[in-house]
């Protein structure tokens, strides 16, 4: 079945198992809840957790699987997501006592896939108010599990920290400037932030919608690759989610297949961004990825600089209007990190914007340039190994924050070009690190072979924190 225990193994690996009977999937749901039970008081993953509703999904995946009606790998896997997405069954509060309580009539679309293919739903994972960068002052936040010293990542940071300590075998994140990759690489967790569109956002809680991307968080890129190729696709109820044609995720990640492949590398960028340490990470996964046929080529990548500045124009004034229902009516109730964003969203004038719309166009088409000669890119995941909260807390307020952080994530939000961020080694005090590949528009299935062929010779992916 998988030599991992239950509680750590990657779910494409126990579906065969559910499959034939070898293992039930009220097995793996109460041992997952057993889980929650035991741990997460410490690491604060959960907003909610929906025992009853899990159970009962459970029962069904097991009788239908048994009358042979099997629908595919995520059938009785016990997933969480976080809880920027609606569900009907299962409180939303999207990080905030402002939202906390309404009621839900719709479930998101993403979620209704998860269900459709029969996923069990444990609960709603933690995330940081109004999908932004702190946690509500009324929320615990959670804990990095190899190092409660260290960040977690944001949005998706109960996410993270729960995909990778065994509490749910996967989860669905969101990712503006970073959402997605940030807890991922913290963490020691795949993540897929797919091509802007490629996932339908109805349901899914706006930060700023013309950044926003929904993706999968995993333990492998298999896993991850399975949970695209569910929730991906045309939306009637999303008018801006693509309807490019799928591919079978999945087999790509399988097949682990980059001979030939041409993967661009602008090393004079990374070194200005990032630590040596990270430096190094980068270069030991150029030597794996060489070894298994790809090839390397010199690039240079644009100065994300004024795009990053913009990034923040774009997002302030975008978030300024996904809360204008509340805000300032109940700006009393919000904390002090999102009130800060939506009052500069408030604040900036249609010139601000035009520039940043401008910069974006240019940088865009930059991309599409460099793109023209690579099949994908290589960049690290963070520009620091596992940073401490005390470095976190010493970047100071935005966007100057973006700027220390995100040089590596936001600009593929800009853009909307889909990554794969995987783990790539350990920084010296123990935290994960991440490595993205990025690719051009809806090559996903590209970047989970790249994953899926670096996995075949690692196993970073397979360190599980001591609990």
């Known amino acids: 079945?998988?030599?991992?225990?239950?509680?750590?193994?990657?779910?494409?690996?126990?579906?065969?198992?559910i499959r034939s009977g070898a293992v039930t999937s009220c097995e793996l749901t109460e041992l997952m809840l057993e889980r929650i039970a035991a741990h997460d008081a410490r690491l604060n993953s959960y907003a909610?957790?929906?025992?009853?509703?899990?159970?009962?999904?459970?029962?069904?995946?097991?009788?239908?699987?048994?009358?042979g009606n099997w629908?595919?790998?995520?059938?009785?896997?016990?997933?969480?997501?976080?809880d920027a997405f609606a569900t009907v069954d299962i409180p939303t509060g999207f990080g905030s006592p402002v939202f906390a309580g309404q009621p839900i009539t719709e479930e998101s679309t993403a979620t209704a896939r998860l269900r459709a293919?029969?996923?069990v739903m444990l609960?709603?994972?933690t995330l940081t108010e109004g999908v932004y960068a702190d946690h509500h002052p009324s929320i615990t936040p959670p804990v990095n599990p190899f190092g409660p010293a260290h960040w977690t990542g944001t949005s998706s940071?109960?996410?993270?920290?729960?995909?990778?300590?065994?509490?749910?075998y996967a989860t669905l994140g969101t990712d503006t400037g970073g959402s997605i990759r940030l807890p991922s690489s913290c963490c020691g967790v795949v993540g897929i932030k797919p091509t802007w569109g490629r996932v339908s956002r109805h349901g899914v809680f706006p930060l700023a919608e013309s950044l926003d991307h929904v993706g999968p968080m995993a333990r492998s890129?298999?896993?991850?690759?399975?949970?695209?190729?569910?929730i991906a696709g045309t939306d009637a109820a999303d008018p801006t989610s693509a309807p490019a044609p799928l591919d079978d995720y999945l087999e790509a990640a399988l097949s682990a297949d980059v001979a030939g492949l041409t993967i661009g590398i602008d090393r004079t960028f990374i070194a200005s961004r990032a630590t040596d340490e990270v430096q190094a990470s980068i270069e030991a996964a150029v030597e794996v990825m060489s070894a298994l046929g790809a090839r390397f080529v010199a690039v240079d990548f644009p100065d994300p600089d004024a795009i990053l500045r913009g990034w923040a124009v774009q997002c302030a004034v975008e978030c300024a209007l996904a809360h204008e229902g509340a805000y300032p009516s109940r700006s009393a109730e919000y904390g002090e990190r999102l009130s800060a964003l939506i009052e500069r969203g408030r604040r900036h004038t249609a010139r601000d914007m035009a520039v940043a719309l401008q910069d974006r166009r240019d940088f865009n088409g930059r991309m599409a340039r460099l793109f023209s000669g690579i099949d994908l890119l290589m960049v690290p995941g963070l520009p620091v190994a596992g940073p401490s909260m005390d470095f976190m807390a010493s970047l100071g307020e935005d966007p100057a924050a973006i700027l220390a952080i995100g040089p590596f994530t936001a600009p593929f939000d800009v853009c909307g070009y889909p990554t794969i961020t995987l783990p790539c080694g350990q920084s010296s005090e123990g935290i994960p690190m991440g490595l993205q590949f990025v690719g051009g528009p809806f090559a996903e299935a590209l970047l989970c072979r790249a994953g899926g062929a670096y996995q075949s010779v690692t196993a970073f992916h397979r360190r599980r924190p001591d609990l």
């Open 1 to 17: 079945m998988t030599d991992q225990p239950l509680w750590a193994a990657e779910f494409t690996r126990l579906s065969d198992a």
């Open 48 to 67: 909610a957790v929906a025992p009853d509703v899990a159970r009962a999904a459970a029962r069904a995946a097991d009788a239908e699987i048994a009358a």
């Open 71 to 82: 629908r595919g790998p995520l059938h009785g896997i016990p997933l969480a997501v976080k």
């Open 117 to 119: 293919a029969g996923a």
């Open 123 to 125: 609960g709603k994972l």
């Open 157 to 168: 940071s109960g996410s993270g920290v729960a995909v990778t300590s065994g509490l749910a």
């Open 221 to 230: 890129t298999a896993d991850a690759a399975a949970l695209l190729g569910v």
